[in-house]
Every structure is written in C-alpha cells, then in structure tokens.
C-alpha cells in the first residue's frame, strides 16, 4: 500500500506538467497555458458535448457536431456581429399578430422613398475593427444610414460605438406598398383607356 502511496505523490507532479492545467493565485485557469489572463484560459482546441451534440472550437473555427442553436426563443442573442453570413435556409424573422400591438395600414411611401440615395462603395480598412478581412471584399451596394435616418428614423439603428446600422428587410414592406400603389394607378390608367378606346 505504502509503495502504491509513493508512486502516486511522484506521478502528480509529472501529470501536473503533461496535462498543463495551471490555477493562479487570482483563481484564472489555464490549460495548455500557464500564465493565464482569463478566467478560462485555453490554448488550442476544445470540445463541449452534452446527451450526443458537441461544440467544438479549432483554428478559429466554433461548430456543432450535430444539431445545435444559437441560444432559444426563450433565451435569445440579444445582438450578433459577423462580417459574412452564410445562410442554408432564407433567415425567419418572427412576425405573428400576437406579438403585435397597435397594427395600422401603411401610409402612402412612394414620395419618401424616391428621395433615398442608393450608392456603391468599399468599407473603410482603417475604421473597421483589426482582423476583419476587409482586403476580400470588393463593391458594394447599400444605403447610407445617415441619409435613411433623415427619411424612415425609425428604421435606423446606433450601436454603442455611434455606429449607425439599417434596418434593411424592413425596407421590403414599404416597398410592397409603392408597388400597391402603383398597381391601382395602373389599373386606373388602364379602366381609362378602355373607356377611351369605347367611345
């Protein structure tokens, strides 16, 4: 028994040293890193599993080994930044009527949104956040914040940074509503003409 103890005091040291898992005075944990700056402090790749799904973290990638979310409908993201969204399915944005509270019909847009400024152009390297690659992206095709602001306010959005962001899908159901109006207006044209070409 004694020669297992013994055995068992001059193995700790030397697992200690293999496993590198390292707990400083201030209570931060490192593992494969000894001088830890975060509570949890990893240095390589890791698996999290729970009943079979498992999310794994490697080269700076974050996956699911199987099915996984985003937090739930009763504990959402409250905010996502990411420079690329690549999306297999179109995004779902929840809409039911019961989730609504004073609905009221749209007035006429058509004149606000003929004044909106569609423009190209390229991100700011110097301005965006260090390691976005911004290098890869080339033109592109949007609205000014500022400008949408003077026009829909309600659609435009401010981070805590003072970085100004469009509420651009919403932009979908004025649109539907020019083209509404535009359909009577040519449907009126039209009932005019016929009665024209009667005569």
């Given at each position: ?12 040291p ?20 000894t ?68 609905i ?46 003077k ?49």
């Amino acid at each position: 028994m004694k020669r297992i103890l013994l055995c068992v005091v001059l193995l700790i040291p030397f697992l200690s040293a293999q496993a590198q898992i390292k707990v400083i005075s201030t209570g931060k944990v490192g593992i494969n890193n000894t001088s830890p700056t975060y509570q949890l402090d990893v240095s390589g790749n890791f698996r999290v599993s729970d009943s079979g799904s498992g999310l794994i973290y490697s080269y700076g990638e974050l996956y699911s080994t199987d099915y996984g979310s985003l937090g739930s409908y009763s504990y959402p993201w409250s905010e996502l930044y990411a420079q690329y969204a690549y999306l297999w399915y179109d995004p779902i944005i929840i809409s039911d009527e019961g989730l609504k509270i004073n609905i009221r019909d749209m007035q006429d847009m058509k004149s606000k949104f003929s004044l909106l400024r569609p423009v190209v152009y390229k991100l700011n390297r110097e301005v965006m956040k260090k390691g976005t690659k911004t290098e890869k992206i080339g033109d592109q095709y949007g609205l000014i914040a500022q400008d949408v602001e003077k026009l829909f306010p309600e659609l435009v959005t401010e981070n805590d940074k003072g970085l100004k962001g469009i509420r651009y899908t919403e932009l979908i159901p004025v649109m539907i509503k020019i083209v509404q109006a535009q359909q009577q207006e040519i449907d009126l044209l039209k009932t005019q003409v016929s009665k024209l070409q009667e005569k």
